[in-house]
């Protein structure tokens, strides 16, 4: 999505109230930009309201606030929008194009959370994880919050027969196991009972049922 060009008004430059009458009736867009650098974003379900609010009457608190970014060079920006999908969108390209590094805090997005395969160890397991996918890494997601991504962990590992534990794995007969070996709901790699690319070959069928959203189990 490309951001349409802004309406524009710089405090001292015209009546505020003749600009504020131009601009449609409806949700909408505004940013503040201080010496050529932006310094706020905000959107409003009313935005004719909130510049009223924002510009003030002269004498106004808000009022004096705008003469002395008018002597700093501050303009505002405003984006009229039609609908609270649109605002979301628009929102989420400006605040990123301008505030690159904190866009994210700025609009209080949460890390999404995924399901994915431990890829980098020797017998992968389930994992939960709030990054991206790596290359040739098959995530499944995103969940709203970590106690969903773990709830539907604990649905597909039921279906498979991967490892459940977090440790890092060394192989031995000797090893105590755990009950999931015990009723069968794990290979047991830990007791050497399959060989790695046996229990590869388990690992791979939860990599394709979270490529392909679980389509392979239908």
Not at 37 to 56: C, D, E, F, Q, Y
Not at 127 to 146: C, D, I, K, Q, Y
Request: aromatic share 8%; glycine share 10%.
């Amino acid at each position: 999505m490309t951001a349409p060009l802004p309406i524009i008004y710089k405090p001292g430059a015209g009546d505020s109230d003749d600009f504020i009458a131009s601009l449609p009736a409806g949700p909408g867009i505004y940013a503040l930009s201080v010496g050529g650098n932006p310094a706020h974003i905000g959107w409003s379900a009313n935005l004719t309201r909130r510049l009223k609010r924002l510009l003030g009457a002269a004498g106004s608190e808000s009022g004096r606030l705008m003469e002395r970014l008018h002597a700093s060079g501050a303009y505002i920006e405003c984006w009229p929008t039609g609908s609270k999908l649109e605002t979301s969108l628009l929102m989420y390209v400006l605040a990123k194009s301008r505030f690159p590094t904190e866009y994210r805090t700025r609009l209080r997005l949460r890390t999404p959370w995924f399901l994915g395969l431990s890829v980098q160890d020797a017998f992968p397991r389930l994992a939960v994880m709030s990054r991206n996918a790596r290359e040739n890494e098959r995530l499944l997601g995103p969940f709203a919050t970590r106690e969903m991504a773990e709830r539907y962990a604990e649905e597909v590992q039921g279906l498979f027969q991967i490892r459940r534990c977090v440790e890092a794995l060394e192989p031995s007969p000797e090893h105590p196991g755990c009950i999931y070996g015990e009723m069968n709901q794990c290979l047991r790699p830990c007791q050497c009972v399959v060989t790695r690319e046996e229990y590869g070959t388990e690992a791979a069928r939860v990599a394709e049922f979270l490529g392909t959203n679980g389509r392979t189990m239908l």
